[in-house]
């Protein structure tokens, strides 16, 4: 069974760092691009930033310069490292899992979030 597994948020204030975490399993992890994306409250679906099987890393305009992706195949894992945190950073964060079936790129397994929450 395929889960991915988010950890690490929590309050910070303004200005401060955390680290997410999503541990993954029941798949090769090593094989798949992993994102991390968020849902602020009342808003939409937010894609942050991207991962590929190699080292190839993708950035929203909005977490550029501040946000920053990697993963630890061995330990099955993806990491987001979120510095310079703002209110407006304030979300629930999920990752997600990229599959490619004929020719078309979707995400079909997220793990269930972890909330973030920014304010002083």
């Known amino acids: 069974e395929v889960q991915l597994v988010e950890s690490g948020g929590g309050l910070v204030q303004p200005g401060g760092s955390l680290r997410l975490s999503c541990a993954a399993s029941?798949?090769?992890?090593?094989?798949?691009?992993m994102y991390w994306i968020r849902q602020a409250p009342g808003k939409g679906l937010e894609w942050l930033i991207t991962?590929?099987?190699?080292?190839?890393?993708y950035y929203a305009g909005s977490v550029k310069g501040r946000f920053t992706i990697s993963r630890d195949n061995a330990k099955n894992t993806v990491y987001l490292q979120m510095n310079s945190l703002k209110p407006e950073d304030t979300a629930v964060y999920y990752c997600a899992r990229r599959a490619v079936v004929g020719g078309t790129a979707y995400f079909d397994y997220w793990g269930q979030g972890t909330q973030v929450t920014v304010s002083s």
């Open positions: 991962i590929s099987t190699g080292v190839a890393i």
């Open positions: 029941g798949f090769t992890f090593s094989s798949y691009w």
